[in-house]
């Protein structure tokens, strides 16, 4: 980088950290954008208190459902909760999607239908998303023939990437197979082709 002003030539990294330390104006931005994160944060913690406060109903102590995402303890007794609350809705779509990852799980498998009911009419990004880790973490072979089904499933976006995983652990030879011919396929090609080396 140039520094304009004197004229010189490039800048190091210390001298641009040090002079960004120094500009109000770019002091006055980043505190504005932090102040819009804490506020978006406060929000959300806002937004998933009752979810919280069931969950510590039920034992599971935890401050955000995105604690359960970030755990390997299992919690068994917070899965009817956080199901009960995905299909209740109505949350930001930031707490749908961690509802549907906390539901990532194979213990989740007893709610699959479900999940996929919820999935096929979510309408958020981080919502479809969240369910889209959940079908795929917890389907079992029983679940394969409608997990291919949802590769076809063209109102859904890419989260449907997420099924190719388990369509190959689960499914065999015939999991292969139907990788191999979704190796040129503009949407899957690439995962597919990055699955089938591994």
Known sequence: MTDRKSGRGPIGATELINQLQNDPNYQRRIQAAEAVRQ???AELRKAEQPIVS???GVGVDVNSVWDLVNTAVPYPAALPVLLKHLEKGGYPDMVMESLGRALAVKPAAFAWDRLRTLY?????RGEEKGLAV???ASATVEHLPALIDLLGEGSKSDTRIHFLGPIKRLGGQRGRDILEELR???LYGKEATALLRR
Do not use: C, I, K, M
């Open 39 to 41: 506020a978006r944060v």
């Open 54 to 56: 069931d969950l510590r």
């Open 120 to 124: 096929l009419a979510a309408q958020g």
């Open 134 to 136: 959940a079908l795929a």
């Open 184 to 186: 040129s396929d503009p």
